[in-house]
């Protein structure tokens, strides 16, 4: 059976001449933004990835296709969208044979990423434990993918709406290695920094290539958590953000959210909570993960090449 993989022209040729490719994931666009602030990130964060030498790809299913690299008209008509899907392990190949459209979230931009060949992912912060999990057993699915999809992951670390110590054990026990970038704690999103120590610490983007590339050469499956702090000039902190996403945690469970749509739920209410700034923060911090991004993904293309 074919995969209809949809695999644009600048993503193409870059794969084709071994040149570095950054996968981008759209779940943040449909389910993690509101609009229009969503479209000009998203745009900006493939600016970002261009300027650093990297080509962008950002990732969804539209019509049954699975689209590696989009246009800028399949964006704009992605960003404006309501009721698109939210694709994960679990539902996208489901999506995908159905000639449906969904968004991708870290796992599924994972799984996408792997079939094209991109090494690198940049995204705002992954799924993990959330907090109240030992009875609602809401733990995303982006933990079990990086355990088993060859992918290097740069993100601000876990969302900080999660129960961020069960979600670093978790990472632990699924052999998932979290690098912090540049610091000896864990960044916790929309704060650079936090009370976790960081399990791994690196301070250049050769360390992290020369890592993923040594897991390959040691069969073990699975990628790689890079956990890159958002600027400090951009940050809000933990103990600004504690009473806010509370109040938002108590309103999801009055009003009895659950399953996929707890982390759009919080990060809207956030976001209203802080009169935008935790959007501002938000933005900053994927673009900040666009430019590391972009400076692994060459380095994975030079020890390629240079092994060759
Ligand atoms: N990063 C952001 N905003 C987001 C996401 C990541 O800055 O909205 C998305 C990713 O797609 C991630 C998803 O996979 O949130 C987590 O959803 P869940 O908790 O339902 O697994
Ligand atoms: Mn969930």
């Given at each position: 059976?074919n995969?209809?993989?949809?695999?644009s022209?600048?993503v193409?040729?870059a794969?084709?001449a071994?040149?570095?490719v950054?996968?981008l994931?759209?779940?943040?666009?449909?389910h993690?933004?509101?609009?229009?602030?969503?479209?000009e990130t998203?745009?900006?964060v493939?600016a970002?990835?261009?300027t650093?030498?990297?080509t962008p790809a950002t990732?969804?299913v539209?019509d049954?296709?699975l689209?590696?690299g989009l246009?800028?008209d399949?964006?704009?008509?992605?960003a404006?969208?309501?009721n698109?899907a939210?694709l994960?392990r679990?539902?996208?190949?489901?999506?995908?044979?159905?000639g449906?459209?969904g968004?991708?979230?870290?796992a599924?931009?994972m799984i996408?990423a792997?079939?094209?060949?991109i090494?690198v992912?940049?995204t705002?912060?992954i799924g993990g434990?959330h907090?109240?999990?030992?009875l609602?057993?809401?733990v995303s699915?982006?933990?079990?993918e990086l355990?088993?999809?060859?992918?290097t992951?740069?993100?601000?670390?876990a969302?900080?709406?999660?129960d961020?110590?069960?979600?670093?054990?978790v990472l632990?026990t699924l052999g998932v290695?979290?690098?912090?970038?540049k610091?000896?704690?864990l960044?916790?999103f929309?704060?650079s920094?936090?009370?976790?120590?960081?399990p791994?610490?690196?301070?250049?983007?050769?360390?992290?290539?020369?890592?993923h590339l040594m897991r390959?050469?040691m069969?073990?499956?699975?990628?790689?958590?890079?956990?890159?702090?958002i600027?400090?000039?951009?940050?809000?902190?933990a103990?600004?953000?504690?009473?806010?996403?509370?109040?938002?945690?108590r309103?999801?469970?009055d009003?009895?959210?659950?399953?996929k749509?707890?982390?759009?739920?919080?990060?809207q209410?956030i976001f209203?909570?802080?009169?935008?700034?935790?959007l501002?923060?938000?933005?900053?911090l994927v673009?900040?993960n666009?430019?590391l991004?972009?400076?692994?993904?060459?380095?994975i293309?030079?020890?390629?090449?240079?092994?060759?």
């Open positions: 059976m995969l209809p993989i949809a695999i022209a600048p193409q040729s794969l084709d071994g040149h570095a950054v996968a994931e759209s779940t943040i666009i449909t993690g933004m509101p609009y229009p602030q969503n479209l998203a745009q900006r493939e970002e990835v261009t650093h030498g990297a990732i969804a539209i049954g296709a689209c590696i246009t800028n399949q964006l704009t008509d992605l404006q969208r309501s698109v939210k994960s679990a539902d996208i190949a489901a999506c995908v044979a159905t449906g459209t968004a991708t979230t870290v599924a931009t996408a792997r079939l094209a060949g090494a992912f940049a705002g912060g434990v907090k109240g999990a030992e609602s057993f809401d699915a982006d933990l079990q355990a088993q999809t060859e992918v992951v740069v993100a601000a670390g969302k900080a709406i999660l961020l110590n069960k979600t670093y054990e632990e290695p979290v690098i912090a970038f610091q000896d704690a960044p916790a929309w704060s920094t936090s009370d976790h120590a960081a791994l610490r690196m301070d250049t983007a050769t360390d992290i290539a020369a890592a390959r050469a069969g073990l499956p699975g990628g790689q958590l890079v956990a890159n702090p600027p400090k000039a951009d940050e809000i902190s103990a600004n953000l504690a009473p806010v996403i509370a109040q938002a945690l309103e999801a469970e009003q009895s959210i659950s399953a749509e707890v982390t759009p739920f919080l990060l209410r209203e909570l802080t009169d935008g700034r935790s501002t923060a938000n933005i900053a673009l900040n666009a430019r991004a972009s400076e692994i993904a060459k380095e293309c030079n020890r390629t090449k240079a092994s060759d």
